[in-house]
Every structure is written in structure tokens, then in C-alpha cells.
């Protein structure tokens, strides 16, 4: 079955960093395109970042472009998102998925990514 599971979530202060976590099980790992969502409450879910493999292809939302990055290690099949200068408008739970059709992340673009696993919280304080 197929399973993704983000950790890594916490309480920081503005300025401060997290890196966040999805491990993945349950299929080939490096043939899919995988992304990271974020929801804050009362606010509608929105991509943050995709990498896809097959085009060696990274993509950024403009609110995070510089101060997020994105990186996966195949061998482990883990996804990473790094958090640097965290902002309060980045408090959300956030959410890794899955595009098997690993193509320049389609899916994430158009937001139809198939396989979601359950979020972690981020909280950052002003």
C-alpha cells in the first residue's frame, strides 16, 4: 500500500529553521514526482515545492523561493524540504504527495497529485 508520512514540524520564531521529512513506502520511490502542500486554517491548500526526477526539475512557490529548498535521497526513499527564515505567514500544516506520472510535476502544477500522506504542524511565532 502505498504510505507518506511528512514529520519534522514544530514550534520556531521568526528567522529560525526547520527541515521537514516525508518517507515514503509502498512504491518505487524515484519514479514518482513528489511535492510539499501547506495549509493554514481557514485558508485554502497551496503547493509549496515539487522536484521530479525523470526531468531533474525543481519548482518553488514565489513566497518561499529563497528560503526553501527541496531534496530527496532515493536510496532511503525520503523527500526533505529545508526551511530557512521562517515567517509567520509560513505557519500551516504541510503535506508531502505523490505523482506517479513523474512528469515535469504535472501534477503539482495542476494540482492533481494522486497519493497524500497525513501532514505536520509548523508553527512559527513572531
Known amino acids: 500500500e502505498v504510505q507518506l508520512q511528512a514529520s519534522g514540524g514544530g514550534l520556531v520564531q521568526a528567522g529560525g529553521s526547520l527541515r521537514l521529512s516525508c518517507a515514503a513506502s509502498?512504491?518505487?520511490?524515484?519514479?514518482?514526482?513528489i511535492g510539499w502542500f501547506r495549509q493554514a486554517p481557514g485558508q485554502e491548500r497551496e503547493g509549496v515545492s515539487c522536484?521530479?526526477?525523470?526531468?531533474?526539475?525543481?519548482y518553488y512557490a514565489d513566497s518561499v523561493k529563497g528560503r526553501f529548498t527541496i531534496s530527496t535521497d532515493n536510496a532511503q526513499n525520503m523527500v526533505y524540504l529545508q526551511m530557512n527564515s521562517l515567517k509567520p505567514e509560513d505557519t500551516a500544516v504541510y503535506y508531502c504527495?505523490?505523482?506517479?506520472?513523474?512528469?515535469?510535476?504535472?501534477?503539482?502544477?495542476?494540482?492533481?497529485?494522486?497519493?497524500w500522506g497525513k501532514g505536520t504542524q509548523v508553527t512559527v511565532s513572531s
Open positions: 504527495a505523490a505523482d506517479p506520472r513523474d512528469y515535469y510535476c504535472s501534477g503539482y502544477l495542476a494540482g492533481g497529485m494522486d497519493y
Open positions: 509502498g512504491f518505487t520511490f524515484d519514479d514518482y514526482d
Open positions: 522536484i521530479s526526477s525523470s526531468a531533474g526539475s525543481t
